[in-house]
């Protein structure tokens, strides 16, 4: 039981939705958009998150009862249990502190159309972009708005090597994106843009407890029952941000802002993996 106050301390590493790192145009035929970025993501459930879990795996370390047969020296109780679960799955698929660092390449293969495709350490996808309005040459100024949709697998790492002697399994998510960027570039020297997005997210989990749970039969049980293996989480947020630089390279700072609303079953017992995030980020870009 060493590892069980590790169980929220140590999952931070989950990847957040990414953002969006767009200022309005899509990049010009045949020319190629390089980038860098980091953005690092603050749940409103973040705080109660990390402190309930924290306590809660503390606690459960001494709720330890005699097991009904000799399979086992310890076993513990649902009611024990349940809340040190509830507070791991919420960690993985709220994702209350998270980040989100990714190299990206955009290609323009047609007027008004690009391709992009995003790389990190726990995150990759590629998306479509398509200019709605305004110029499409780098060097003219004025309002343009383009829309982005997009594909993004984000793993959350695994539980196991993070949780030895309690959890071990996986947890990943695959986000489905749409978004829309309207903005305004002075000259060749700065962009300002805001816009709206939507991300619908389809996630898997496969958990497994390491230790026997005693239920009301009195029978130990090895099982996670009772618990979702799969589901969906909806996010609806905006976007503002500015890039300075010129000709053809800029540092670029955004506020992403996601409202998250999802619901899982964990063992019996409903749980919600709503929150409002608060992500901001920082990229750098150069367009040959």
């Known amino acids: 039981m060493r590892s069980l106050p590790l169980l929220v301390l140590l999952a931070?590493?989950?990847?957040?939705?990414?953002?969006?790192?767009?200022?309005g145009r899509v990049t010009?035929?045949?020319?190629?958009?390089?980038?860098?970025g980091?953005?690092?993501q603050v749940n409103t459930s973040a705080a109660a998150v990390v402190l309930d879990g924290r306590d809660l795996a503390r606690q459960l370390s001494g709720k330890s009862v005699a097991c009904p047969d000799l399979a086992a020296q310890d076993c513990w109780t649902l009611a024990d249990v349940r809340p040190v679960v509830r507070a791991g799955m919420r960690f993985a698929l709220a994702a209350p502190l998270s980040a989100n660092t990714s190299l990206s390449g955009r290609y323009g293969y047609a007027d008004g159309l690009d391709v992009g495709l995003r790389f990190g350490p726990d995150n990759k996808g590629l998306d479509l972009g398509w200019q709605a309005f305004g110029p499409r040459d780098a060097a003219v100024e004025g309002?343009?708005?383009?829309?982005?949709?997009?594909w993004t697998k984000r793993d959350m790492g695994t539980l196991g090597a993070i949780i030895e002697?309690?959890?071990q399994g996986s947890a990943s998510l695959d986000d489905y994106s749409l978004t829309f960027v309207a903005g305004?570039?002075?000259r060749q020297v700065a962009h300002v843009y805001l816009g709206g997005r939507y991300i619908y997210s389809r996630w898997k989990v496969q958990v497994l407890p390491d230790l026997p749970i005693v239920y009301d039969g009195a029978a130990s049980q090895r099982a996670l029952l009772g618990t979702d293996p799969s589901g969906s989480l909806h996010h609806v947020g905006a976007v503002l941000g500015a890039a300075v630089g010129w000709r053809s390279v800029f540092l670029g700072a955004e506020l992403n802002l996601l409202q998250t609303f999802g619901r899982a079953e964990v063992l019996f017992e409903e749980v919600s993996l709503s929150g409002?995030?608060?992500?901001?980020?920082?990229?750098?870009?150069?367009?040959?």
Do not use: E, H, I, N
Request: proline share 6%; charged share 10%.
């Open 276 to 288: 409002f995030g608060v992500m901001p980020a920082v990229y750098l870009y150069g367009q040959f």
């Open 12 to 23: 931070t590493g989950c990847a957040a939705p990414g953002f969006v790192g767009q200022v």
């Open 143 to 150: 309002w343009a708005g383009s829309l982005f949709a997009g």
């Open 184 to 186: 305004r570039q002075f």
């Open 38 to 40: 980091a953005g690092y």
């Open 28 to 36: 010009p035929v045949k020319d190629v958009r390089l980038g860098l």
């Open 165 to 167: 002697d309690v959890l």
